[in-house]
């Protein structure tokens, strides 16, 4: 039941937008629908809690961020002063020539009055040449800049790995707990798909987020500052041309993220309902068929598939329109700085290798700009994920167990329902004052029309839910009093609903006993009439069943689960509708094999065959969540009420 639940929730799964991953460019993950948080600050308050236990590895992290952004911005500067060394040299040599070329050997020690004042120092007795051993000196520490800065950089990525994949680890074994200590009623208000959701693509957000984002939003920070104190310190009119159309590019971006959200937004709610609708259709493939919903399914799909077309494409659009507009803009300031450079460097106020320094921090300044706007949008998605997961983590326990719990060492199978009265909802009573005795080794059948409490008698019974008024007792003692894993241990349970994990065959029938021999787990599944079965299938006992079970019929399933009860040799047992899914002849067999089962154990049966319903002790016949008629089969004829309508119209046509 579980697996199949799971499946089919993929869909469910997939229609919640995940938060793209962020890179180091400038397109990377800005473009994502930003889910936002109800509670922005109490989220992030307690995803920090989270972080504490690593402040030491954050701090780590934040300052190898810092001195990684620090060595990254230094260098264009390094590279302009090894440009400007470079040229100075260039300079003096050709100077050095076009004098020499001119004068006298005699004359060639004396600098003539007329030379430019920048080489009036040019000392004419030795040829100058290119300095390498400075040129070598900024190449040396260029290069020792990049590497300390990579490696910093990968440090610091692997520590944050480590960080978020152990921050994953714990909130999902968190929530995997959780799980656990839910109630019932939990899940049954709510889809498989919304908690798998939380376990999944909530938990892989946050994960991202820390392994990516943190370190990213101090480094950009970093950038921005840094990249501006260099400007500055380069010089500060030629900052001020650069910043002119700064806020032209943060308005664009902001534009357009805006608008593109929802219609990414949009997308991904499409492309969940499309993907759902595809995945129904294929599940019910035969049904569609049958009813001739070829046309209508269809005409569904291509509804859905045009609004999902529609979305996209201008979705997409608009993301396309980033790069055009963030280089159309990186151009304007690439024209401004260096028509503006190249005028200062002809006054003399600006050198060459400043020029392009200055260059280089334009042409990176956009980046940090544009991370800092991904990020925000990121967190939100983030603040939203954390918070579903923590909503998750604070629901209510189910009650808590008792202090001092009763473990019964000789269980005999007496069961007592004393004044039960119980409601899924306070406002809404379905048990009212239900009262029977059940003596050890009965056979019960519960029997009533469809909501008249059968089911619930059995969740009350196992503990899936506590009785608003009275007690349910065991051997005299209040189950309230017992653990909930020691009642359960009394009883084997086989529903209508099978459920088969991607396991071999053995594995599932052995699933209520663990430690079971094949022996055994051949002897259950011969007393369930499933071994003839068995040996016919590719490996027997060994076959693995696939995730959705489909490899074999609804009835072998039903058999097998017949087999994992019979082996687990509890006490008591309960059977939903155990044999809905079986043929007549089938059914005989399985029968036959549950009577002797049943014998000298407290067996409850929630069924309306005639073969379950005749051979019991006691049938107990409900009607709106009370017991209403009891005795055995032929008593019940006789007393031609409620139980004989049943009979008349649900089973005459069996017997």
Known sequence: MAKDNISVSKSEAKSKPAALPLG????????????????????????IQYLKPFKTSILTVLLFAILSTVFAVMSPRILGNATNQIVADYVNIQAYNQITANLP?????????????????LDLSQKPNFNFGKIKYYAFILISLYLISALLT???????????????????RHISEKINRLPLSYFDGRTYGDVLSRVTNDVDTVSQTLNQ?????????????????????INWLLT?????????????????????????????????????HIEEMYAGHNVMRVFNGRDRSIAKFQTINGQLYVSSWKSQFLSGLLIPITTFVGSL????????????????RLQI???????????????????????????QSTAAAAERVFEFLEEKDETAETTEPVKLTEIKGAVEFDHVVFGYHPSKTIIHNF????????????????????????????????????AIKIDGIDIRSMRRSDLRKMFGMVLQDTWLFNDTIGENIAYGKPNSTQKEIEAAAIAASADHFIHALPHGYKMELNEEADNISAGEKQLLTIARAMLAQTPMLILDEATSSVDTRTEILIQKAMEKLMEGKTSFVIAHRLSTIRNADLILVMKDGNIVEQGKHDELLKKNGFYASLYNSQFARLS
């Open 333 to 348: 300031n690439y024209v401004g700085v260096a028509v503006f450079g190249g005028w200062l460097a002809i006054n003399g």
């Open 154 to 172: 990968y440090i610091q990525g692997w520590i944050m790995s480590t960080i978020s994949q152990r921050i994953s680890y714990q909130l999902r």
């Open 105 to 121: 050997p005699a004359a060639q020690t004396k600098i003539p009055v007329n030379i430019s004042d920048k080489i009036k120092n």
């Open 213 to 233: 984002s943190m370190a990213q939003a101090v480094s950009s920070v970093v950038m921005i500052i840094g990249f501006l104190a260099m400007m500055l310190w």
């Open 435 to 470: 009262n029977t005795k059940i003596e050890p080794g009965s056979k019960i059948a519960i029997v009533g029309p469809t909501g008249a409490g059968k089911t619930t008698v059995v969740n009350l019974l196992m503990r899936f839910y506590d009785v608003s008024k009275g």
């Open 353 to 379: 290798g400043d020029i392009q320094a200055f260059i280089q921090y334009v042409n990176q300044f956009n980046q940090p700009v544009s991370q800092i706007a991904q990020i925000t949008n990121v967190l």
């Open 240 to 276: 001020l041309v650069s910043l002119v159309l700064l806020p032209l590019s943060v308005i664009s971006i902001s534009f357009i993220i805006k608008r593109s959200q929802k219609l990414f937004k949009d997308q991904q709610d499409s492309l969940g309902v499309i993907n759902g």
């Open 24 to 47: 180091r460019g400038p397109m990377s993950g800005m473009i994502g629908p930003a889910e936002k948080p109800k509670d922005f600050k109490g989220t992030m308050r307690k995803l």
